[in-house]
């Protein structure tokens, strides 16, 4: 796409439309009704049970703080005050890498796990109501595979930007 043309410029049939604009919707309507359930039933933002859940499942519970942001799909900036503001309430632990100096590690405390753990019950019931529960169980596996055909499709476009 460097000759500044685009490829198919085919406008989208109804169908297609239609899926989109409901993609569209999710995209917003879900991050929404999950942070709000969460604020609700555990205190907490969707942001910050993210990143506590990936601090959790990574190998002795520390990330270097980009590699944190990358999976909580933070900018760098704003995942540096969600770090500072976790650290300030006991989450987690920041300190300079010791693999390399220049980086800043990010260590999920055991008050960070038992929050946590705590959100947990609150986070699964907004998933599966709102998220898994609406889809009849046969269709989850078709389900599965477009999101990952999205997915595979939108991390082609990025590498090549």
């Known amino acids: 796409m460097?000759?500044?043309s685009i490829p198919n410029t085919q406008p989208l049939d109804a169908l297609e439309e239609l899926a989109w604009r409901d993609l569209a919707r999710f995209f917003v309507l879900a991050p929404r009704c999950l942070d709000e359930d969460l604020q609700r039933g555990a205190n907490m933002p969707i942001s910050t049970y993210s990143a506590l859940t990936h601090l959790s499942e990574a190998p002795d519970h520390v990330l270097r703080i980009t590699e944190l942001a990358n999976r909580v799909y933070l900018s760098g900036?704003?995942?540096t005050r969600l770090v500072d503001a976790l650290a300030a309430d006991d989450l987690v632990v920041k300190r300079r890498s010791t693999s390399d100096a220049r980086g800043v590690d990010v260590i999920l405390t055991a008050k960070g796990l038992k929050r946590l753990q705590l959100a947990?019950?609150?986070h699964l019931h907004s998933v599966r109501t709102r998220v898994i529960d609406p889809i009849?169980?046969?269709s989850l596996p078709d389900f599965a595979e477009v999101l990952h055909a999205i997915i595979v499709a939108l991390g082609r476009e990025r590498e090549e930007l």
């Open 2 to 4: 460097t000759d500044g």
């Open 77 to 79: 900036s704003r995942m």
């Open 120 to 122: 947990y019950p609150v």
């Open 136 to 138: 009849p169980r046969a």
